[in-house]
């Protein structure tokens, strides 16, 4: 009966598929970034990004020879540096055992850096029409309801049994056609948040959570670990029109990115102050701002700030801050977007 859904699928997705720039062409080496990039973010989120990096990174060759720093750069926003580290690595493994094409294979894929089950089905399906599938978090909510399957689809084991259900009826004339279809009924019609749109699924007469009402109560997922909340003070310190960054540890969090200078704990304004002057910098003025969040996966950062003035950046002895402006901080140096609410207080160099 599974295999019911898969002509209709199909030409509903022909139909209605959205243009996306990484659809244009069949590119292993697209789909392989669009992918990546789409594992947190949103499709409409990406879309600039993909054409951005694509743009200067054309290449499997240009990914592997990208400096860190550049690298970083055209990342820089989409959180989760490690994913783009991996994939320079699988990118450096393809130019030198496959001469710069990723292997059409699915076992192949499957063995570089940073590409899963997922990823190695996404790219072997789409770009080279391999017969395996591509199950990500929408396909398995799409599956748990049309089989209104109410096993954890947190589980690995229960991703491995929808791959294999979806592999024996996976249409071999279409597997990238069929896959992306699954994807993209679960992100347009098969909705993670709010209400399935049932009315306009193409499946929904093979759909047993549809005929049983049961839509709202699938899928199933074991609740999350809670995130530890971390409180931390931000100090953007300033001379005339320089900020202090420095790069943060190469292992860890955020590893080998810029950030703005910063201490565990909220700190009171005294503390603050002192601390500033245990970095050999003599503050001159000190100003709270306003409080933000920042979420990770296992983590959440709950900042205060300040901005606080010293007399100049030039007699510091602490040597491992960079002083920089806006505009040469934005073209050279990665800072994660956890510290979006207190980069805003960069200065621009006068007269710009
Ligand atoms: S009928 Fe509703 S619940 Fe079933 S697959 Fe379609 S949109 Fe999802």
């Known amino acids: 009966m599974l295999n019911e859904i898969v002509q209709p699928l199909i030409s ?25 990039m789409l594992q947190q973010t949103r499709v409409e989120a990406v879309k600039p990004y993909f054409l951005r990096f694509i743009g200067e ?36 493994t393809v130019v030198s055992e496959y001469s710069g094409i990723l292997p059409a294979s699915y076992e192949e894929l499957l063995a570089l850096k940073g590409i899963g089950s997922y990823t190695a089905g996404a790219i072997a399906s789409i770009a080279y029409d391999i017969p395996v599938p591509a199950v990500d978090g929408n396909v398995l909510r799409v599956f748990s309801r ?31 056609d069929f896959n992306q279809a699954l994807m993209e009924l679960g992100a347009v019609v098969c909705v993670p ?19 049983h009402g049961t839509v709202d109560e699938l899928p199933v997922k074991a609740p999350k670990k809670k995130r530890t909340i971390e409180n931390r003070t931000v100090f953007v310190i300033q001379d005339g029109e320089r900020t202090a960054i420095h790069k943060r540890p190469e292992e860890g969090l955020l590893a080998g990115l810029y950030e703005l200078p910063n201490a565990e704990g909220h700190l009171s304004m005294d503390e603050a102050l002192e601390r500033v002057k245990e970095m050999a910098l003599e503050p001159l003025y000190i100003e709270a701002l306003p409080e933000a969040k920042h979420i990770f996966s296992h983590i959440e950062w709950r900042m205060t700030g300040y901005r ?16 920089t402006e806006k505009k040469q901080s934005e073209k050279q140096y990665a800072i994660p977007s956890a510290f979006r609410a207190y980069i805003k207080y960069m200065k621009e160099k006068s007269g710009k």
């Open 12 to 36: 509903w997705y022909r139909q209605n598929k959205r243009i996306l720039p990484w659809r244009d062409q069949k590119n292993a080496y697209y789909t392989w970034v669009s992918e990546i």
């Open 57 to 92: 990174l054309p290449d499997v060759k240009a990914l592997a020879e990208c400096p860190e720093e550049k690298l970083m750069k055209l990342w820089e926003g989409l959180g989760y540096y490690n994913r783009v580290r991996n994939m320079k690595n699988a990118a450096q």
């Open 146 to 176: 049309i089989t209104e399957d109410r096993q954890d689809i947190m589980k690995q084991s229960v991703r491995r049994q929808v791959e294999e259900k979806l592999l024996e009826i996976m249409p071999k004339e279409a597997p990238g």
């Open 193 to 211: 948040n709010g209400p399935a749109r049932c009315t306009e699924c193409p499946i929904a007469e093979f759909c047993r959570a549809y005929h």
């Open 308 to 323: 606080i003035r010293v007399s100049s950046l030039e007699e510091r002895k602490e040597s491992s801050f960079i002083f």
